[in-house]
Structure formats: structure tokens, C-alpha cells
């Protein structure tokens, strides 16, 4: 059964930068990082696949920066001039794509990490 697991969450300064992992169980086609603050929806933050497409939620785009390895079995999300409102639990979700290469969903979630952006 296809798996994915996060790290790397913490706390970190206002400004500052963290990396996250993500890393599932076999190759797939694509992964995405969505995040969840209390009291609000999750979240869409950036989609990878596996032809090297990357889409970014508009809050993050331009800070934050995804990326994966060559076996598509392993997504960072880099996150730089974090903000307070960037705390969130992260979550990498595995998903597939359509024939317009959009990514959709699956319900294979990882257990999410915390990220909290606070002095």
C-alpha cells in the first residue's frame, strides 16, 4: 500500500528558511504539499510531477520552491522569507494527473508536520 511520510517541520523565525521532505513508498507521478492552519481549510501550496511541472499556490509563490528527485519518490518543499502566517501543519498528499496534466487529489495523506513562524 502506497505510503508517504513528512519531515522536517519546527519552529523558525520570521524571515527565516526550513525545508521539508516528503517521501513515499514507491515512484509516483506526481505529489503536492497543501497545509492546514486551525480553523481554516486545508490549503493547496504547490504541486510537482513527475515531467518536471511545478504550480504554486498564490500566497507562497515566489518564496517557496518544490522540488523532487529523479525517481519521484522523494518531494522537498523549500521555504524561504517564512512568514507568520506560513504556520500551518504541512501535509504531502500523492496524486495523479489528467490527460490536461492537472493534478487532482488522492485520499493518501501523510501525518503532516508542524510549522510554526514565530520570534
Known amino acids: 500500500q502506497l505510503q508517504v511520510v513528512e519531515s522536517g517541520g519546527g519552529l523558525v523565525q520570521p524571515g527565516g528558511s526550513m525545508r521539508l521532505t516528503c517521501t513515499a513508498s514507491?515512484?509516483?507521478?506526481?505529489m503536492a504539499w497543501y497545509r492546514q492552519s486551525p480553523g481554516k481549510e486545508r490549503e493547496l501550496v504547490a504541486i510537482?510531477?513527475?515531467?518536471?511541472?511545478?504550480e504554486y499556490g498564490e500566497s507562497v509563490r515566489g518564496r517557496f520552491t518544490i522540488s523532487g528527485d529523479n525517481a519521484m519518490n522523494t518531494m522537498y518543499l523549500q521555504m524561504n522569507s517564512m512568514k507568520p502566517e506560513d504556520t500551518a501543519v504541512y501535509y504531502c498528499?500523492?496524486?495523479?494527473?489528467?490527460?490536461?496534466?492537472?493534478?487532482?487529489?488522492?485520499?493518501?495523506w501523510g501525518q503532516g508536520t508542524q510549522v510554526t513562524v514565530s520570534s
Open positions: 498528499n500523492i496524486g495523479s494527473l489528467d490527460y490536461f496534466d492537472r493534478f487532482h487529489p488522492s485520499d493518501i
Open positions: 510537482l510531477t513527475n515531467t518536471g511541472k511545478t
Open positions: 514507491e515512484s509516483v507521478f506526481a
